[in-house]
């Protein structure tokens, strides 16, 4: 069993930032991909950014690309998700997912969930 506890969210203002993290625990990802989604209001869960465990090879969707930076450290079992220049429209909740393969990378098809945290993005 898998645990992920995502945290580090909060309230800020445009062109602000916030790093998310996602603590895993119960097993590791040595050859696995861990990723962030998130959910606004009314809205399907969407496709943030995905990292491979193992080289490090990172996905980001084009609405954040050049201002999102995913990232891990694989001795603390964390993924961290760097987040500049926020704008109102990136305000989610946000989830950090992890699963055993890395096909369909940038979909939901995850095996895990974290509870999710709440960015709030003010104009």
């Known amino acids: 069993q898998v645990t992920l506890v995502d945290s580090g969210g909060g309230l800020v203002q445009a062109g602000g930032s916030l790093r998310l993290s996602c603590a895993a625990s119960?097993?590791?990802?040595?050859?696995?991909?861990m990723g962030w989604f998130r959910q606004a209001p009314g809205k399907e869960r969407e496709f943030v950014a995905a990292i491979t465990w193992t080289i490090g090879r990172t996905f980001y969707a084009d609405s954040v690309k050049g201002r999102f930076t995913i990232s891990r450290d694989n001795a603390k079992n964390t993924v961290y998700l760097q987040m500049n220049s926020l704008k109102p429209e990136d305000t989610a909740v946000y989830y950090c997912?992890?699963?055993?393969?890395?096909?369909?990378?940038?979909?939901?098809?995850?095996?895990?969930w974290g509870q999710g945290t709440q960015v709030t993005v003010s104009s």
């Open positions: 119960g097993r590791t990802f040595n050859n696995d991909a």
């Open positions: 997912a992890a699963k055993y393969t890395i096909v369909n990378i940038t979909t939901t098809q995850y095996d895990y």
